[in-house]
């Protein structure tokens, strides 16, 4: 092996049985290598498109729902107009479902209720919204908004729509906007809302 191509860690007195050798990389141009921040900087949509939430919403175009509960559960002060903007659009939309609310201790089977109830009432005819509230950490306040994966059979039903939540350290069981998001869901036509709690007691 020449001496040009051996790693600086070569052994000298151990110069036989080497298998290792160093290999050149390749140089990227001066343009390339320099760090951008633009590529880390998140960009806030400020024109946020709030007719066509609604209008998608009325329709049923759960995309668009899911957007709609996004914006109006999110923190981002450049949010806040926005989201009451389109609450006050969809209002006269509202009020023509049942709101059923199941709560009880941490592993008592509120999932496996639900998807249960909510398979048998997508069977009868019925569109069906679960909004399931995960606990939050109090540590780093991340969520794990696993109960959906608790709901295989009722998460393939074209006929149902589950979002899951944080708690984010709200007291009561749910989320501090979960009133608003069954206000979308009533829009967007679902007509049996079931909201889980977190595990109570």
């Not at 306040?141 to 959906?148: A, F, P, W």
């Not at 007291?171 to 889980?196: F, P």
Request: hydrophobic share 35%; with cysteine; aromatic share 4%.
């Amino acid at each position: 092996m020449s001496e040009d191509k051996k790693p600086e860690w070569v052994d000298p007195n151990n110069q036989e049985g080497f298998a290792s050798s160093l290999k050149p990389g390749v140089e990227l141009a001066a343009s390339q290598n320099k760090p951008s921040k633009s590529k880390f900087v998140k960009k806030h949509t400020v024109n946020i498109p709030v007719l066509e939430l609604k209008e998608g919403i009325i329709k049923g175009d759960r995309a668009k729902l899911a957007k709609g509960i996004t914006l109006v559960e999110s923190n981002a002060s450049h949010h806040l107009d926005h989201a009451q903007e389109l609450l006050y659009a969809i209002l006269p939309h509202t009020g023509n479902s049942i709101r059923i609310g199941i709560s009880g201790v941490p592993g008592a089977g509120k999932s496996t209720f639900i998807e249960t109830f909510g398979t048998y009432l997508c069977d009868r005819g019925h569109t069906v919204a679960v909004l399931a509230v995960d606990p939050s950490s109090s540590i780093n306040g991340g969520s794990i908004l696993g109960d959906k994966t608790r709901m295989e059979e009722l998460a393939r039903n074209p006929h149902a729509f589950i979002r899951p939540s944080p708690s984010e350290g709200t007291l009561g069981g749910v989320h501090r906007k979960t009133r608003e998001t069954m206000l979308l869901c009533e829009a967007a036509g679902l007509d049996v809302i079931l909201i889980e709690t977190v595990g109570v007691g």
